[in-house]
């Protein structure tokens, strides 16, 4: 295995990694909920009661905030070695492993995990080790 050092970005990645700390830390404290994607976008499908505006308000920073980097920071690199199709099945894979896992990476493996959630260390743990499974897989067995 070789880090790639043009690419190695701790410092951008712990800073990252704070800000979603606080951001989870500060929705528990102020609204006494889980800061889980799924969780939240899915209850806009269909909306329930009374708290769709901040759901919409969450959903809305999904979609501006890669826009903002691009505006602040420029465009990168993106480069995705998939075709459309195998995009599509992945992404419907994991929506549908959010709803049998009863949570997201973000459910689980964040908040759940700062928790110490038994069940989300269960779940954290299938999901990281399907993904560690299916890369091996991909990249070793198959390729």
Do not use: K
Request: overall charge positive; charged content about 10%; some cysteine.
């Amino acid at each position: 295995m070789q880090i790639d050092w043009n690419h190695f970005t701790p410092w951008t990645a712990l800073v990252g990694g704070l800000i979603l700390g606080l951001a989870t830390a500060a929705f528990v404290l102020l609204h006494g909920r889980i800061l889980g994607i799924s969780g939240i976008l899915g209850g806009l499908l269909p909306p329930r009661g009374n708290d769709t505006a901040w759901r919409m308000a969450f959903a809305l920073g999904l979609l501006a905030a890669p826009l903002l980097y691009r505006l602040t920071v420029g465009m990168t690199e993106v480069r995705i070695d998939a075709s459309w199709g195998m995009v599509v099945l992945a992404g419907l894979l994991v929506g549908v492993g959010t709803r049998y896992g009863s949570g997201c990476t973000s459910g689980h493996g964040v908040c759940g995990l700062s928790r110490l959630s038994p069940r989300s260390l269960v779940a954290t743990l299938a999901f990281m080790g399907a993904g560690f499974a299916t890369v091996y897989a991909i990249r070793h067995l198959l390729a």
